[in-house]
């Protein structure tokens, strides 16, 4: 058997359109496997230690312990103001846990509205491990522990979350009955933002996880705040803009400036002032 220049030239071409194809695949094949293991362990850093705690910053607290539907046994401070307005459902973000948010606690604090800050499972002293169905879970037990334990009228809860504590916030108030909502830095769903990470690969068909609040804050009724910081760089600002076009009235839009940490520190008066007015509007 013979070999030709051109059919030995052919074959090599199809050898190096071969291992090309290969190595475009190998390389997909690798991304898939990334945001599978990303699902898992890229979303959640939760923080086990209790690094301050509001007696530290003279607030007298409750260190409460309360169960989930499925079991799991949560851990949350409550924080009663002297002369309550109303009460915050606080859902914290995705890193860290409710130590590390000492300071907003006292910003609520500051206008007289007590604050229940729980931690998802696997975050500080609650047990389990995250995951969106889990958030979720620990959240409606949160809002029950206020109305059983407590003896809180829905009409005087307010959830408020930040960043993923947003859409957890989101998926409760499509679900039970409160005064109003407060969302910060809350993203449309876990698919549009890892569109903007990978926006040529099938995220619809890969990830499994959602984290839909688009769809679900068109199912809310009580009045709406929606902050997010034009400076985001985390969440971008269009997320915010979408969820707030989505929402049903009544609903207000807070742009703030600064960074996706750092934007309610660097104006903290405005941003009291805003809550305050949202209250006083919708709760008094």
């Known amino acids: 058997m013979s070999f030709t220049l051109s059919s030995i030239i052919t074959l090599m071409d199809f050898i190096r359109l071969l291992f090309g194809t290969l190595a475009l695949f190998s390389f997909l094949a690798f991304l898939i496997l990334y945001l599978k293991y990303y699902e898992k362990k890229g979303i959640y850093f939760p923080v086990r230690k209790i690094h301050l705690t509001p007696k530290e910053i ?20 409550y924080i009663p103001a002297k002369e309550t307005r109303a009460t915050v459902l ?10 590390h948010r000492i ?8 206008l007289g509205l007590s604050v229940f800050i729980f931690d998802y499972r696997g975050y500080g002293r609650s047990q389990g491990r995250p995951t969106e169905e889990g958030l979720y879970l620990d959240a409606e037990a949160a809002h029950k522990y206020l109305i059983k334990s407590r003896n809180l009228n829905e009409g005087s809860i307010v959830v408020y979350g930040k960043s993923i504590g947003a859409n957890v916030a989101v998926e409760l108030c499509s679900k039970v009955k409160i005064a109003a909502l407060i969302s910060e830095s809350a993203f449309t769903s876990a698919l549009e933002m890892g569109k903007k990470l990978f926006p040529f690969l099938p995220l619809k068909w890969i990830i499994s996880i959602k984290f839909d ?11 709406k705040l929606i902050i997010h910081s034009e400076d985001d760089k985390i969440i971008p600002f269009r997320h915010g803009r979408k969820l707030f076009e989505a929402a049903l009235e009544p609903k207000e839009f807070y742009p703030m400036r600064g ?10 008066e405005d941003f009291v002032s805003k809550i305050d007015a949202f209250i006083q509007k919708h709760l008094n």
């Open 58 to 77: 003279g607030l007298e607290f409750e260190d409460v312990y309360f169960f989930s539907s499925d079991g799991v046994k949560l851990n949350g401070w």
């Open 259 to 268: 960074g996706h940490n750092d934007a309610i520190f660097l104006a903290s």
């Open 90 to 99: 606080f859902c914290h973000g995705n890193a860290g846990n409710i130590s």
């Open 213 to 223: 609040a688009l769809s679900k804050i068109k199912n809310i009724t009580v009045p």
């Open 103 to 110: 300071d907003v606690i006292y910003l609520f604090y500051k």
